[in-house]
């Protein structure tokens, strides 16, 4: 078929999809200099891995477990798409945001923002998540991305592919995930798995707040759960659309672990096995691919 992929540019080794600037030097120069202050907060994933479920439990832990209706985008703004954006409503200066900053992004972990001072380092919080259901998830905001006009078109068999080969936005998943996985235990970092998320959540809520030194009682704690649970979330669906009439968004899809298996045909899962799962091994990361 004549299938096409997404258009990016190549900032900074990164592949940046290219409707987020159209002034990739510009969007390079701003993450280089990006002056990260101490209180800081960044949430980091590789794309479809639970980013924005991480995003609520951190904005909610910050805001006394308050729900809000503002778009979750204005409220924790992603760094690669909103720095150096063309539409005006979509762009974020980052400098006049007031402390403390809660930030999105996908960055590898070479490319993502910190201070030249060791003392002075912000929180970075990691979410990974088997790479079978971020493939699918990664599949499913392709939708997403043809009514934006990124030039994606094509069936999973195609997009699969793509994923594998690292010619998606944010390259490699395994890249990625390791070289955040390497800093695992620095003490400003904290690495969280979308599928313990899924097994405990309160727990996990619990550990980030710990990770942030924020103290919250039980009954918050549950609450924030409850809030930030798939079903919580959908209640305010409208957070996480980009534009008011779209049905559904397309960060709340299906929250399961394991959907993967209707899509995966046992020589794709070969291939998926030999060429990324593979480059994991003996690292000591481990997923569940099943709840
Ligand atoms: P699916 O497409 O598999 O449903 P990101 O925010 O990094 O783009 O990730 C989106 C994925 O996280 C989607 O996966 C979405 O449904 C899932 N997700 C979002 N909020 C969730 C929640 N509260 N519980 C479980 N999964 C959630």
Redesign the pocket.
């Given at each position: 078929g004549e299938w096409t992929s997404e258009k990016y540019w190549n900032v900074l080794g990164v592949n940046i999809p290219d409707i987020f600037t159209n002034d990739p030097a510009l969007l390079a120069d701003y993450i280089v200099y990006f002056d990260t202050r101490a209180d800081d907060v960044f949430v980091v994933?590789y794309?479809?891995?639970?980013?924005?479920?991480v995003?609520?439990i951190v904005w909610q832990i910050y805001n006394e477990g308050a729900i809000s209706s503002e778009k979750q985008i204005y409220r924790f703004p992603f760094l690669e798409d909103t720095a150096c954006n063309m539409s005006e409503h979509m762009q974020i200066d980052f400098k006049a945001l007031p402390s403390p900053r809660l930030i999105k992004s996908h960055l590898t972990y070479s490319t993502t923002p910190r201070s030249a001072n060791k003392d002075d380092q912000c929180k970075y919080i990691y979410?990974a998540?088997n790479p079978k259901?971020v493939a699918?998830?990664y599949f499913?905001?392709t939708e997403h991305w043809k009514k934006e006009g990124n030039g994606y078109n094509g069936p999973w068999e195609f997009f699969s592919k793509l994923f594998i080969e690292g010619n998606v936005g944010w390259n490699f998943w395994n890249d990625h995930v390791l070289g955040w996985w390497k800093q695992k235990d620095d003490p400003n970092v904290l690495f969280l798995k979308?599928e313990d998320?899924?097994k405990d959540l309160p727990s996990n809520v619990r550990r980030i707040a710990n990770f942030l030194n924020k103290t919250l009682s039980d009954e918050l704690i549950n609450r924030i759960a409850e809030q930030?649970?798939?079903k919580?979330?959908k209640k305010n669906e409208i957070s996480y659309k980009f534009e008011s009439e779209e049905k559904t968004s397309?960060?709340?899809?299906?929250?399961?672990v394991g959907?993967w298996k209707s899509y995966f045909t046992p020589e794709l899962n070969e291939r998926f096995e030999k060429e990324v799962m593979e480059k994991i091994k003996g690292t000591g990361l481990e997923f569940d691919f099943e709840a």
């Open positions: 994933s794309p479809k891995s639970g980013t924005t479920w995003q609520e979410v998540r259901d699918v998830s499913h905001f979308y998320l899924h930030c649970s798939f919580g979330m397309p960060y709340l899809r299906k929250g399961v959907g």
